[in-house]
C-alpha cells in the first residue's frame, strides 16, 4: 500500500498526515472488497498494535482469553503449541513456562478502553453524550456530500470537503440547542483552509510534537467509517500518482469540535486533557496483557498450521493422470466458494477438468455496461485498468439509446415517487398497484435475472499482437497450454441477492467488487478469435479448431451456472453444452448440499436458492469468511 504523499504546512500536518496512513482503507459499499484492518500498521508486532489501537480506540485485537482457554482445554491448541509461541514471543517477554502461559489464559482481563479526548471528557462533565453528537452532526452531512447518485437532493461539493462542512456547520443549531453556545461563531472563526485549521488548533490545544500523531489517530478513528472512506478516495488518487486532501480535513472538522468543547468546559475537563495529552505523547508500548494475548494468537496460528500440514502429508492418493482428452474443462476463481463447486464438479464426472485462475482472469478493465456511463473497475484494487471495455458492439447503438431513454424514464418515475411534494399522495393513489409485487417478493416468487448484457467488447480496439499477447500470457498463467477440451467454459462468480446492501461484497473480490462474468466474457471472445489462435501457434500454443471457449457467471447464492452461449453460436457443440448443463445441475446440488451444513437455517440444499430471492435475508451466502487457508498446488494435492 503506497502511503499518503506528504503535504507541505508544518509539524502539525505532517502528524495529521501520518495518523491519516495508520488508517486503513474502506471501499464503498458499491464496490466493496475485504481489506486488512491493520494495513495502517504492518510494520508492527501484532502486541504493539494492540497496545496503539486499545489507546487509540480502546479496540481489542485479538479473541478474549476465554476463547483461547477453551481452544487449549480441548486440545486444539497444545503444549508444543504454547511452547513454540512462547519461543518467539515478542521483545523475549511473556510467561516463563507453558503452565503460567495456561494459568494466564484463565484470567479474566478488563476490556480495552481509549484514552479519552476532549468529546469523552466533556461528556463525563455535562452530561451530554458529546462523542455521539459528533458522530450525529458529522455523520449526517457526511452523508449528503460523499453521496454517490442516491440522495434526490444533492449536497454541495464543490468546495472541498473542510470548505462545505464549515459552511453548513455555520448554520447547524443543534450544537447550540444541546448546550455548546456559540458554535457557530467558532466555526466561523476558524481559518477557511484546513490545514491551517489543523496547525492552529493543536497549537491551541497545547499538543506537542510528540502526541500529535497519536492524538489525531484516535480522532479520526473516533470518525468511524467516514474516515476510513476517506482514507480510500486517497488510496484512489495513490494508484494514479496525485494526491487527495478528504482525510486531513475530516481531520481537521474534528479538531474543530474539540477546540469548541475545551472552550467550552476547559475549566472541568483540563487537568484530564493535560493527562491524556500526556500518554499520548509517548512511545507506544505493549504490557504484559498484550504480550500473553499475542502469544495465545501466535499459539492458535500455529495450531491451524500444525492441522494443515498434518492434513497435507496424509496418506491420499492422487487421482492418476488420465491422458485422454477432457470431456470438459472449467476455469473458475481461486475463491472458496468456486472451490466447493469445483470439487462438485469434478465428482460428477471424472472426465471433467478444472482450473483456478484470479477471477478477473487477467483482463484488467474499465467497463461501462450497457446503457450506462458509470465506469467500473473490474479488477483487483491494487491495479490500474490495462484496457477499456464496453457492452455491445457498434451496431447496439440504437438499442443503447433505447435502453437509456427507459431508464431515464425509470428514474424520473422512482424520483416522483420518493419526492417529499409527492410521496404521500402516491402511495394513497398507486399503494394497490404494489400489492402484486410486495406479495410476490414477500414469498420469494422471484429472483433477479442474471447479467445479461451484449457482449462486451474492447474500446478502443486492441491491436492484433496485443490480442495475441494477452491471450498467451493468460493460457500460460493458467498452466492450460495443451490438452484443450471441445468445451472450455471460462466462470467468473457473483451473488444473485435481493435488497442487500453488503451485495459488492458478496460478488467477486479480483474484480473490485463486481460481479465476474464481463472479464470471463472477454477472455472467451478474446481466446474464440480466429486470428488469435493462428498468432498463439507461433507462440508455441495450439488451440484445437473444435475447442470452443464459453463465458459463464457461477451464481454462488444458488450455485448455478449461466452460460453466456449466444456469444459465439456454435450448432456444432449444441451436444457439448447439453453435457455441461446436466453436469453443471448436478455439481450445484452437490455444492448446496455441503454449503447447507454451514449455514444457519439451512435444512438442506433446497433451502438455499431461496436465501437468494428472499428480500429479508441478511445472509444469503458466508462469502469468503471460514476461509482459513489458501493453498496454492497441482489439483491432485
Known amino acids: 500500500?503506497?502511503?499518503?504523499?506528504?503535504?507541505?504546512?508544518?509539524?502539525?500536518?505532517?502528524?495529521?498526515?501520518?495518523?491519516?496512513?495508520?488508517?486503513?482503507?474502506?471501499?464503498?459499499?458499491?464496490?466493496?472488497?475485504?481489506?486488512?484492518?491493520?494495513?495502517?500498521?504492518?510494520?508492527?508486532?501484532?502486541?504493539?498494535?494492540?497496545?496503539?489501537?486499545?489507546?487509540?480506540?480502546?479496540?481489542?485485537?485479538?479473541?478474549?482469553?476465554?476463547?483461547?482457554?477453551?481452544?487449549?482445554?480441548?486440545?486444539?491448541?497444545?503444549?508444543?503449541?504454547?511452547?513454540?509461541?512462547?519461543?518467539d514471543?515478542?521483545?523475549?517477554?511473556?510467561?516463563?513456562?507453558?503452565?503460567?502461559?495456561?494459568?494466564?489464559?484463565?484470567?479474566?482481563?478488563?476490556?480495552?478502553?481509549?484514552?479519552p479526548d476532549i468529546a469523552d471528557l466533556a461528556a463525563?462533565?455535562?452530561g451530554t453524550d458529546w462523542p455521539a453528537v459528533i458522530a450525529e452532526r458529522i455523520g449526517i452531512w457526511a452523508a449528503g456530500y460523499f453521496d454517490e447518485g442516491q440522495a434526490l437532493w444533492a449536497a454541495p461539493t464543490s468546495g472541498g470537503v473542510y470548505a462545505t462542512w464549515r459552511e453548513a456547520a455555520i448554520h447547524d443549531l443543534t450544537p447550540e440547542i444541546l448546550g455548546l453556545e456559540g458554535f457557530a461563531r467558532h466555526v466561523a472563526a476558524t481559518p477557511q483552509n484546513a490545514h491551517e485549521a489543523i496547525a492552529q488548533i493543536a497549537h491551541r490545544l497545547g499538543l506537542g510534537q510528540e502526541a500529535m500523531e497519536s492524538y489525531f489517530h484516535a480522532l479520526l478513528t473516533s470518525l468511524g467509517g467516514w474516515a476510513q472512506l476517506a482514507r480510500y478516495r486517497g488510496w484512489e488518487a495513490e494508484l494514479k500518482g496525485k494526491t487527495d486532501d478528504t482525510a486531513i480535513e475530516l481531520l481537521a472538522i474534528r479538531l474543530v469540535w474539540e477546540d469548541a468543547l475545551y472552550g467550552h468546559a476547559k475549566d472541568a475537563v483540563a487537568e484530564d486533557f493535560a493527562k491524556s495529552v500526556e500518554i499520548h505523547g509517548k512511545p507506544v508500548s505493549a504490557d504484559d496483557s498484550h504480550i500473553i494475548d499475542a502469544i495465545l494468537q501466535e499459539a492458535n496460528e500455529r495450531a491451524a498450521q500444525r492441522r494443515l500440514i498434518a492434513l497435507l502429508r496424509g496418506d491420499g492418493t492422487p487421482k492418476p493422470a488420465n491422458d485422454d482428452r477432457p470431456a470438459l474443462q472449467a476455469a473458475f476463481c481461486i475463491d472458496v466458494r468456486s472451490e466447493v463447486f469445483r470439487r462438485s464438479l469434478e465428482a460428477v464426472d471424472p472426465s471433467i477438468q478444472t482450473l483456478g485462475f484470479a477471477g478477473f482472469f487477467g483482463v484488467a478493465t474499465a467497463h461501462r455496461r450497457f446503457a450506462s456511463d458509470v465506469v467500473e473497475k473490474r479488477l483487483p484494487v491494487l491495479l490500474n485498468p490495462d484496457v477499456h471495455t464496453h457492452a455491445g458492439a457498434a451496431g447496439d447503438a440504437e438499442d443503447d439509446q433505447s435502453a437509456r431513454y427507459l431508464a431515464r424514464a425509470k428514474r424520473a418515475w422512482g424520483r416522483f415517487k420518493l419526492a417529499a411534494v409527492s410521496s404521500f399522495a402516491f402511495v394513497e393513489a398507486m399503494g394497490p398497484v404494489y400489492v402484486s409485487r410486495l406479495v410476490r417478493d414477500a414469498l420469494n416468487l422471484k429472483g433477479k435475472d442474471y447479467p445479461d448484457d451484449p457482449a462486451p467488447t474492447f474500446d478502443p480496439p486492441l491491436t492484433l499482437e496485443q490480442r495475441i499477447d494477452a491471450a498467451n500470457t493468460v493460457l500460460r498463467a493458467m498452466s492450460l497450454t495443451e490438452g484443450f477440451a471441445r468445451l472450455v467454459v471460462i466462470a467468473g462468480h457473483g451473488a444473485n441477492v435481493i435488497n442487500n446492501p453488503h451485495e459488492s461484497a458478496l460478488h467477486c473480490g479480483a474484480c473490485g467488487g463486481f460481479s465476474g462474468e464481463v472479464n470471463a466474457r472477454l477472455l472467451a471472445g478474446l481466446l474464440n478469435d480466429p486470428d488469435v489462435r493462428k498468432g498463439l501457434v507461433d507462440k508455441g500454443l495450439t488451440v484445437p479448431e473444435d475447442t470452443l471457449f464459453v463465458g459463464a457467471l457461477h451464481d454462488t447464492t444458488t450455485d448455478h451456472i449461466h452460460l453466456y452461449v449466444a456469444d459465439k453460436p456454435s450448432g456444432d457443440h449444441a451436444a457439448d453444452l447439453a453435457h455441461a448443463r446436466d453436469w453443471f445441475a448436478a455439481a450445484g446440488k452437490l455444492s448446496r448440499t455441503e454449503r447447507a451444513l454451514r449455514l444457519p437455517r439451512a435444512e438442506d440444499g433446497s433451502d438455499l436458492p431461496k436465501r437468494s430471492k428472499d428480500w429479508a435475508e441478511t445472509r444469503p451466502e458466508w462469502a469468503l469468511a471460514g476461509c482459513q487457508a489458501f493453498i496454492a498446488a497441482p489439483r491432485s494435492r
Open 1 to 87: 500500500m503506497t502511503e499518503l504523499t506528504k503535504l507541505p504546512n508544518s509539524a502539525a500536518v505532517d502528524a495529521a498526515v501520518a495518523a491519516v496512513n495508520a488508517i486503513p482503507p474502506l471501499f464503498p459499499l458499491s464496490t466493496s472488497v475485504a481489506v486488512n484492518p491493520f494495513l495502517g500498521q504492518t510494520g508492527e508486532a501484532l502486541s504493539h498494535t494492540a497496545a496503539r489501537l486499545e489507546r487509540v480506540g480502546g479496540i481489542r485485537v485479538t479473541m478474549k482469553r476465554e476463547w483461547f482457554a477453551d481452544k487449549i482445554a480441548r486440545d486444539t491448541i497444545t503444549d508444543e503449541d504454547l511452547q513454540a509461541a512462547l519461543k
Open 124 to 126: 463525563a462533565v455535562t
Open 89 to 115: 514471543a515478542p521483545e523475549g517477554r511473556g510467561p516463563d513456562t507453558v503452565a503460567a502461559l495456561k494459568a494466564a489464559a484463565t484470567e479474566e482481563t478488563v476490556a480495552p478502553v481509549k484514552v
